[in-house]
């Protein structure tokens, strides 16, 4: 079963109802005891990113290894952002490192927060978008983005009069900058098509 | 490229939305995780729910309503009506709403505000400002607070651009004066307040046919339009909004 993370932000409840709207099992839970037996984990969050890793307590070592040993593990929004080295937001935050990069403000001269619905152009080659053709729209609200540095990744941009990285896929590692749980029936997909990469990885295992 | 945004507004009481004419003559609209889910499917952008009565009992009522609507809306919501303190903003967010909008409690409590955007970040902060035309003063507006009933001294641009530097991630601009009239938006008052902010504004009150959407876009540079006799009602779908912005040129998200 994926297990989505529970750690006193908001809005965790709304990936498990995404989840249960399409048919997969998803279980909120904050207990290592069951984090450890997940198919997946989804880390949701909607804090600024000092509260969310604060709150994330000893849980963010267990994600961490978890995820170094194979786990499909998908970020979300500030979980998208912690995936990273560290964040500018509020003071000087240090992220989970799975992902080479850093986390700083939107670059002036734009309406900020970016909030609303957004372009992504689709690589072929990311599982998360398989069966969403080259280019859809996606519901983002941050202030802060990621600046991917790891040459491993794999981005998925979107234009926001500057490129911004709304996707990243780095082998089980996978981050969205938006909101699939709040972006009707296309994001709806793309947690389907998260919860079957799942599948397929534990019968690798 | 954001597209601009279409935002049906539900104003609840006693868990029906209600529709009335400038904050008067209430008159019943539906259910509202029925209306919500319906918009949803159509393909709105974002949803509002007003808690307008904002008693003590309605407030629990709409905690429920919001784990509801959550349950079968899969587009954002924001929710908003009488939330005084960062503990009711962090319950509404956790059963499930994307932003919570303040209002009455920011002009009470200035660093309301700027405590919600640190904890939870200022995405999911909403300034509601319910603007009417001052008599006095031409060419301003005054904020009025209490569901519109009582105004206050603070000029609506002002207060705006303060709420920007508080913590508001966006701006939610009702016209007391245009609300419900069907007559189009205040875009002088749109104007006045986007120009001042650069955080995106709502435009909200008065919109009644395909081109009032039109003109708070592009006269009143509002990043989204929020409507409720229109809809509610049935005058126009959201695709029907939708596409006749994307032909005029609009980015709209079709």
């Known amino acids: 079963m994926i297990v989505v993370i529970d750690y006193n932000v908001g809005n965790v409840k709304s990936v498990c109802n995404a989840f249960k709207h399409i048919g997969c099992e998803a279980k ?155 972006s009707g029936k296309t994001g709806l997909k793309v947690l389907h098509n998260f919860a079957d990469i799942c599948k397929k990885q534990e019968k690798k295992n | 490229m954001l597209t601009k945004r279409i935002i049906p507004c539900l104003d609840v009481v006693d868990n029906r939305v209600v529709k009335g004419v400038n904050f008067l003559n209430l008159r019943d609209a539906g259910d509202p995780v029925e209306l919500g889910a319906r918009y949803s499917d159509e393909g709105a952008d974002e949803l509002v729910f007003l808690d307008i009565t904002a008693t003590i009992r309605s407030r629990k009522t709409i905690v429920e309503l919001v784990e509801k609507v959550a349950e079968n809306v899969f587009i954002p919501f924001t929710v908003g009506g009488g939330i005084q303190s960062v503990e009711q903003i962090d319950e509404l967010l956790r059963s499930g709403a994307e932003k919570v909008s303040v209002n009455t409690a920011a002009v009470a409590n200035p660093n309301l505000l700027a405590e919600a955007a640190q904890r939870f970040g200022n995405q999911c902060v909403v300034l509601a400002i319910d603007a009417r035309r001052s008599k006095d003063r031409p060419g301003k507006w005054q904020v009025c607070v209490k569901a519109g009933s009582e105004p206050t001294d603070i000029d609506v641009v002002e207060w705006a651009a303060r709420g920007e530097e508080s913590g508001a991630g966006e701006i939610l601009l009702t016209s007391m004066d245009a609300d419900g009239t069907k007559a189009g938006y205040d875009n002088e008052l749109n104007k006045a307040v986007t120009d001042a902010v650069n955080i995106p504004v709502i435009a909200s009150g008065g919109a009644g046919t395909l081109e009032h959407l039109y003109d708070a876009i592009i006269d009143g540079g509002a990043d989204a339009v929020l409507m409720a006799s229109i809809t509610h009602f049935e005058n126009y779908t959201i695709t029907q909004m939708k596409e006749y912005l994307r032909d005029r040129g609009v980015p709209m998200n079709l």
């Open chain 1, 28 to 182: 909120l839970s904050r207990e290592a005891g069951v984090i450890e037996n997940a198919t997946g984990i989804v880390l949701p969050g909607v804090a600024a990113f000092g509260y969310a890793i604060s709150s994330l307590g000893p849980l963010a070592g267990l994600i961490k290894s978890m995820a170094l040993g194979g786990k499909s593990l998908l970020g979300i929004c500030v979980g998208y952002q912690m995936l990273f080295e560290s964040s500018s937001e509020y003071g000087r935050h240090k992220g989970l490192g799975l992902l080479g990069g850093n986390v700083g403000p939107i670059p002036p001269g734009r309406v900020i927060p970016h909030m609303g619905w957004n372009l992504v152009e689709l690589p072929e080659d990311m599982d998360l978008f398989a069966g969403l053709g080259n280019e859809k729209h996606f519901y983002f609200a941050h202030s802060f983005c990621a600046a991917v540095t790891d040459i491993k990744a794999k981005i998925a941009y979107a234009n926001y009069g500057f490129k911004l990285a709304a996707s990243v896929q780095k082998a089980n590692i996978y981050g969205t900058q938006f909101h699939p749980e709040k």
